[in-house]
């Protein structure tokens, strides 16, 4: 009955309401915008900070080695941590419970002593441990090496880095496993599927739109992380950036270099998350959003106007 | 007896700790049959199905699929529990379709129904995606198979799910309360797959609140209440005419 009359009268005017006021947003902008000022002064304007140091030494060789250490350092040893994190997290799931129980172990012993203790520990690794040799058990040995050759500075750094990330790794996996619905499981076991067929290409699939964003946080902190390994003698970005103000004194102008180049690095690593998180989230929303690109050549398309 | 038993199962018991869910279940299924397993919530008809692919185990009875035991090998009179693949490998003769789909979130509705039978079976991928459209079409959804599970309706989703089951080439379908989940006017299109496919000669155990398809479509109706079987015969017997009380209340109340 009231849709009758509705119809009748026609399609009532469309509200333009007066939006309300927020005055206080303009005085946050304002004492914010005159914070920023104020400290952009203080950098730019600082008789103490000399941007040509800067500029001269963004570039500077020593640098640039560091950059490079620090990204080795922080891709081989995620990814060594990934694996490590995968396979722990698999294991402590396990039905064995020798097997869940040695993951628990190393996940208590890796997470529960401090990063700086481990880096230390495997720089040492040769003062007590002199030959590393194939062979049986208690028994005779085939062919070994001096453990000083086979664990290097570097490769020692990568072990301590390495074998912390996948203990909080571990966790982060097992979380995004426990977050797939049972049914999935379920699901693909009634379709015949062993249980790592099961896990490896319908759980874990799954578990990576859980487990991305805190890897992400993971991938940020390793990249700062590893400049503990100069405590050894690597070279990484800060240490570099170190080795140039030792000699110079120029200290808050490499410290600036530095931070600049682990802005970029982290920066960088961002872009590559979204578009590994908008691919795992396929078939999760009901349409993706947008990437960059796509928005760009869109707005392109409709001659640089929205709508 | 002529041909064998699809699915014989003596006297199984099941119990989840000390809460015994099935108390001695007897039932046999002919191929080609349609079962229909109808009672209460809580009664063990889908604790009973998941028993049939070995979701579950049992815990006392035998129960046999296609003359086989279900999960076990009998060697002398003890019984020894079978590896994983085995397990794995009886399984791919038994479709079982869900009452919340579960399809894989990840794969579109195609990448649903090749999956197993490319990685399970190892089959070359053309044959199955030319299978899989088939199927597609057969439950009426050639258009979208690029579609990922959740831009698809319920009825759409349980669709795919049949397909996804019958791309197996199983020779017993297991359905548990496959409409259960759907809204009202989403049922129909489910309910005439599973016509169809019961009319094409599958073996098929139906889990379901559908006492109208019941009747219409089913072979032997079972009635099962407190982890017994209370009562079973064709349709016209045990809906239209049931002679055990239980039968009787439960019937008043969903018809």
Redesign the interface.
Known sequence: MTSEVETTRGRPETIRAVPVRHPWRWVAVVVIAVLVAMFAHMLVANPNIHWSVVRKNLFNSLILQGVRMTLELTVISMAVGIVLGVVAAVMRLSRNPIVSGVAWVYVWFFRGTPLLVQIFFWFAFSTFVRNIAFGIPFGPHFDGADSNKVVTLFISGILALALNEGAYMSEIVRAGIVSV?E??T??????????L?TMW??VL??AMRVIIPPTGNEVNSMLKNTSLVSVAGLIDLLAAAQHIYYKNYRIVELLIVASIWYLAMTSAWQIVQYYIERY?G?????ATPLTPMQRARMLAARGGHYQ | MTAPLMVDAQQVHKSFGVNEVLKGIDFQVAPGQVICLLGPSGSGKSTFLRCINHLEKINAGRLYVDGELVGYRQVGDKLHELPEKEVARKRTEIGMVFQHFNLFPHMTALGNIMEAPTRVKGEPKDDVRARAMDLLAKVGLADRARAYPRQLSGGQQQRVAIARALAMRPKLMLFDEPTSALDPELVGDVLAVMRDLARSGMTMIVVTHEIGFAREVADTVVFMDGGVVVESGPPSEVISNPQHTRTQAFLSQVL
């Open positions: 619905d049914g999935q379920e699901a693909a076991h009634a379709l015949g599927m062993t249980r067929q290409r319908v699939p799954q795992y396929r078939g999760s929303a009901r």
